[in-house]
């Protein structure tokens, strides 16, 4: 075996030794035995509160040797009657406990996870995170053991529709961490154009500002590298918001690829399930409550501190002996410059002078300064940026408002947005679904051109500018 195959192996087989979840050893012998056949891929979908015939709808058409890992799964601080729905999905299917192996026709293979009977529900506060990392960590084990072909988690939802096409992705290198597809709503309305549109203004307005975590982060669109996935040990065990720290971990450890093909249908409904996402923000619009995006501004400031990775290496490190000065240092250099105040203050929030004093005393070259930096202000910090900037300089806008304020306001929308002032613009009735329609698809255009692959791991130096 290569030294780098052996190395993974021995990676995935640390994880599963000493971070896999507890039922992974209770089942992995024995499916050894119930999974007699090898398979080409592995796939792993939550399933809290479904549709009895869900995975009718879910799984691709013409699916063939494919092991399905469903974890039926719901939380002990979950609504009663969700989690008998979810008791009454799994009983059709004559379970046993702790897995059920339906064998189908094509060479495929359900397996079925109890997470939701009696003493087997997940624990407070750990829904679909957990459900997620518990069918994560049996995929992984099935790849070690040599029940499944290919190095890929694939990972989706319940509510969504795979095209026929899913698993036919082009061949990805061994330092791709995560594969993302692309996306649609269905069915589409005016509430779902509209928080579509929050999405993809969020990840083409970073990608503008040169951030390197510009991407979706949608559970249901991932295709994880299990190398990758043993690196960053598994998915968090959250309530929600675990796809979000899941692909903050991973863009960490190698690319991220954004996927042109093929296209996955995601529910437009509304759900109650977790806090936040699509089902809540659904609920939140059908109440008639507007729609927000940031405000243009904000990634004008955020593109600002991304172009300083250059100088804060060559000047500011060369001011500071000790690393105790850098906060010092860091005001007169930046007054020096002519910044913004408010952008420093931001990053003072986020304790910028900290991440740089350590970042000058373990870096030897501009490469892992910049590296560290990408590493230090991640997706996570990058959101505590922008709210902070929210909260304190930037309020959020409405829709057509925040689009007229980044200068997209042509062609793609009506003349008269344009020359209406802002107060006549909020009592107008022009934002009718053709016109949400139009900012969608140009937003849909410019997030299909931006680069495949994104992340820290294949940023590249540009140019300085005074941008």
Not at 112 to 138: E, F, W
Not at 228 to 257: C, S, W
Not at 303 to 327: I, N
Request: hydrophobic content about 40%; glycine content about 4%.
């Amino acid at each position: 075996m290569p030294r780098t195959s052996f190395m993974v192996a021995q990676g995935i087989d640390r994880y599963l030794e000493r971070y896999a979840e507890p039922m992974v050893s209770e089942l992995r012998e024995d499916l050894q035995t119930a999974l007699h056949s090898t398979y080409a891929y592995v796939l792993v979908i939550p399933l809290f509160d479904e549709a009895l015939n869900c995975l009718n709808t879910v799984l691709p058409a013409g699916m063939s040797h494919t092991l399905t890992i469903g974890v039926v799964n719901a939380a002990v601080d979950a609504d009663p009657a969700a989690i008998l729905r979810t008791q009454a999905f799994l009983a059709q299917f004559s379970p046993q406990s702790p897995g059920t192996v339906i064998h189908q026709s094509s060479g495929n293979t359900l397996l079925l996870i109890d997470c939701c009977t009696a003493q087997r529900q997940l624990p407070r506060k750990q829904g679909v995170g957990l459900a997620r990392k518990i069918g994560g960590d049996i995929a992984l084990a099935c790849i070690a053991d040599g029940r499944v072909d290919s190095p890929w988690i694939h990972c989706t939802d319940g509510d969504v529709v795979l095209p026929d096409n899913y698993f036919e992705t082009p061949k990805l290198a061994p330092d791709v961490a995560v594969a993302i597809y692309p996306f649609c709503h269905h069915p589409p309305h005016d509430d779902i154009v509209r928080y579509e549109i929050s999405l993809r203004y969020y990840v083409t307005a970073l990608a503008q500002a040169g951030s390197p975590y510009a991407f979706q982060t949608i559970g249901s669109l991932l295709k994880i590298n299990a190398a990758h996935y043993a690196m960053v040990r598994g998915f968090p065990k959250l309530q929600a918001a675990e796809d979000f720290y899941m692909l903050n971990k991973l863009a960490k450890t190698g690319k991220v690829i954004r996927l042109n093909q093929p296209e996955v249908m995601l529910s437009s409904r509304i759900s109650q399930r977790v806090p936040f996402g699509t089902g809540a923000a659904m609920a939140r619009l059908s109440r008639n409550e507007a729609m927000h995006l940031y405000h243009p501004q904000i990634f004008i400031a955020l593109h600002r501190w991304l172009q300083l990775d250059q100088w804060l290496w060559d000047e500011l490190r060369a001011m500071c002996s000790e690393p105790s000065e850098v906060h010092t240092h860091l005001h007169m250099w930046w007054q020096q410059q002519a910044l913004s105040d408010a952008l420093l203050q931001t990053l003072l929030y986020l304790k910028v002078d900290h991440a740089l004093a350590q970042a000058f005393r373990q870096c030897r070259d501009f490469t892992h300064f910049r590296f560290f930096l990408h590493v230090w202000f991640d997706a996570f910090r990058t959101l505590k940026f922008i709210h902070y900037q929210r909260d304190q300089y930037w309020p959020s806008l409405e829709i057509v408002e925040a689009m007229v304020q980044s200068g997209e306001g042509q062609p793609q929308f009506p003349s008269k947005c344009i020359k209406y002032s802002s107060a006549e613009r909020k009592q107008a009735k022009w934002q009718s679904s053709q016109d949400f329609l139009n900012i969608l698809q140009h937003l849909q255009w410019k997030e299909s051109r931006l680069p495949a692959a994104v992340g820290p791991t294949c940023w590249k130096s540009t140019h300085r500018s005074d941008g």
